[in-house]
C-alpha cells in the first residue's frame, strides 16, 4: 500500500502509541479523583498541555483540550458569538475554510441571525488581507480565516490579519490544523486569539485537539457539566489521547525540519513527472506559498473519482476535493473559489505526503497515474472531442 493522504490523517506514531498505552490499562484513573495515581494521571495532563504549548509557542494556560479541530472550530466560533451577540453579529470567513469552520457559520446565520461575509480568494486561493479590511463593521466581532488550506496546501497570510483583527480590536480565530505540527507557529507572533490544531493530523491519534485561547480571551463554552477545563470543555479527560497529543507535539518539533525538506523533495518530484507524463493537468495552490507535502492537480476530461479508484486498485491512497453528497458529485469548493470551472475541478486528486513516505513510492505513482489517466481519457466522449 502506498499511502498519500496525510492530510486526511496520519499513522500513529509508534512511540505516540508506545506512550499512551499505560494511561489505557494500569493508569486509567479519573485525573479529578483525590487518590495518588489519579494525581499521576492529572499531572500527564499538565505535561500534556506544556508540550502543545510549546509548540504554539504559548502558556500553559492559554490551552484547552478538546475533541479534535472540528471541536475546536466550534467552540472558538460559537463561544464568541454566544458571549458577543450584543456587541455585534457580524462574522468574516473565507470562501475556502473547512467545514467545520463553514457549517458553523452556517449555522450561525440560520439560527442566531448572524452575517457572515465569506471572503473570495485569488486564483492561488490567497485571502487578501485588504479584503478583509474593507469588510470590517460596526458590527464585526469576529474573524476566522485558515491557516493553511486542507485541499490545496495554499498558505494564507495570517500574520498579516492578525494585525489588521488587532488594530480594530478584532477577536481572530484560526484554524491551523493543517500546519500544527508541519511548520513552526508562534501564536503570539501571528496575532491569534484562537488557535486550532488536531493530533491525526500530526502523528497522533484521533480524537484529541486543542483549542489555544489567548490570556484574557473570553468565550462561552460549547458543553455544559463539571470543572474540567476550567468549566470551558467539561468531560472527563481522554488522558491516553492527551498524553499521545503531547508526545506528537514533542516529535514533531524535533522533525519538522527533516520532514519539511524530504518531503519537499518527494512532493515536487511527482509534481514534476505527472507534469511530463500527463497532457493537460493543472496544479492547484500557491507556487511557493503551499505547504511543502501537499500536491492538488486536475486532471482535464478525467473524473478525479474514477481516478481514485483506479488508484486503489493499485494499492495507492489519495483523495480527491469533490465530496459525494445526497447521491450527487458535488466539485470541491475550494476549487470553485479559485475560479476553476467545475468540469475542470471534478478532475481533481490531493496527493498529500508524510513521514514515512519513499522515493520509490514516488515513481510508482508517477508510473501508475498516468497508465490510468490515458485508459480513463480513452473512454471519455470529451477527451474524443478534442
Ligand atoms: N480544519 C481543517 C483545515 C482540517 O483539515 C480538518 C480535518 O480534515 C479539520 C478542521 C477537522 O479536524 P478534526 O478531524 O480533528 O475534527
Given amino acids: 500500500m502506498i499511502y498519500l493522504d496525510h492530510n486526511a490523517t496520519t499513522p500513529c506514531d509508534p512511540a505516540v502509541f508506545e506512550e499512551m498505552k499505560k494511561w ?5 484513573f479519573n485525573p479529578s479523583s483525590i487518590y495518588t495515581p489519579s494525581q499521576q494521571a492529572r499531572q500527564a495532563i499538565e505535561d500534556a498541555r506544556k508540550k502543545v504549548a510549546k509548540l504554539l509557542d504559548a502558556s500553559p494556560e492559554e490551552i484547552i483540550f478538546t475533541s479534535g479541530g472540528t471541536e475546536s472550530n466550534n467552540t472558538a466560533i ?66 476566522s480565516i485558515m491557516a493553511a488550506n486542507n485541499e490545496i496546501g495554499t498558505i494564507e497570510p495570517i500574520e498579516e490579519i492578525g494585525k489588521i483583527a488587532k488594530e480594530n480590536n478584532i477577536l481572530f480565530h484560526c484554524d491551523g490544523v493543517q500546519v500544527a505540527g508541519k511548520i513552526p507557529v508562534s501564536v503570539k507572533k501571528l496575532n491569534v486569539d484562537f488557535f486550532s490544531l488536531s493530533a491525526h493530523k500530526f502523528y497522533g491519534p484521533k480524537g484529541i485537539g486543542a483549542l489555544y485561547v489567548r490570556k484574557g480571551v473570553k468565550f462561552r463554552p460549547i458543553l455544559y457539566g463539571g470543572h474540567q477545563e476550567k468549566g470551558l470543555r467539561p468531560g472527563t479527560e481522554n488522558v491516553p489521547a492527551i498524553v499521545g497529543l503531547g508526545k506528537a ?49 486536475c486532471v482535464k476530461y478525467v473524473e478525479g ?80 472531442k478534442k
Fill in 24 to 28: 489505557f490499562t494500569e493508569m486509567f
Fill in 305 to 384: 473519482e474514477s481516478m481514485l479508484l483506479h488508484l486503489d486498485f493499485e494499492g495507492i491512497c489519495a483523495s480527491s476535493g469533490s465530496a459525494c453528497t445526497s447521491g450527487s458529485l458535488e466539485p470541491s469548493h475550494v476549487l470553485l473559489a479559485l475560479g476553476i470551472p467545475p468540469e475542470v475541478a471534478h478532475g481533481s486528486l490531493r496527493f498529500s505526503l508524510g513521514r514515512p513516505n519513499t522515493m520509490e513510492e514516488i515513481e510508482k505513482t508517477a508510473d501508475v497515474l498516468p497508465k490510468i489517466v490515458e485508459k480513463l481519457r480513452k473512454m471519455s466522449p470529451f477527451w474524443d
Fill in 249 to 297: 507535539c514533542e516529535i514533531a518539533e524535533k522533525n519538522m525540519e527533516d520532514d519539511a525538506s524530504k518531503e519537499k523533495v518527494l512532493r515536487d518530484k511527482l509534481e514534476k513527472l505527472l507534469f511530463e507524463r500527463i497532457p493537460e493537468i493543472i496544479v492547484n495552490g500557491h507556487p511557493e506559498k503551499r505547504l511543502y507535502n501537499t500536491l492538488n492537480i
Fill in 78 to 143: 460559537i463561544g464568541t458569538a454566544y458571549l458577543k451577540k450584543n456587541k455585534g453579529n457580524h462574522i468574516i470567513t473565507s470562501l475556502i475554510e473547512h467545514h467545520a469552520v463553514l457549517n458553523v457559520c452556517k449555522f450561525l446565520e440560520k439560527n442566531m441571525g448572524f452575517q457572515i461575509t465569506y471572503l473570495p480568494v485569488d486564483k492561488y486561493g490567497l485571502v487578501d488581507p485588504d479584503d478583509v479590511k474593507k469588510a470590517i463593521t460596526d458590527k464585526t466581532i469576529l474573524i
